[in-house]
């Protein structure tokens, strides 16, 4: 995952990149505004995100949400896409 910033170290944690990208689905629709998230949060760090998008993250957060499982609506939409 990138931040898009040059050198942002923060994409170094390979690890947390992973969880992200895991928790998106390895969907680059999905994993695009989660990096514009990191992105726009440079007190952020890789792993923080990957907590808050599993729901780990802070309770006190006004924009916590439970996570969402894209895996349904690509099983659905990726089928109904014209070859």
Wanted: charged share 20%; proline share 13%; with cysteine.
């Amino acid at each position: 995952m990138s931040t898009g910033v040059p050198g942002d170290e923060r994409a170094t944690d390979t690890g947390a990149v992973h969880d992200v990208a895991g928790r998106c689905g390895y969907l680059p629709l999905a994993i695009r505004p989660a990096a514009a998230r990191l992105r726009a949060r440079p007190s952020w760090t890789v792993r923080y995100l990957a907590e808050r998008l599993c729901g780990r993250g802070s309770p006190s957060a006004p924009d916590q949400r439970p996570p969402i499982s894209l895996g349904p609506a690509a099983a659905v939409s990726f089928p109904a896409i014209p070859t």
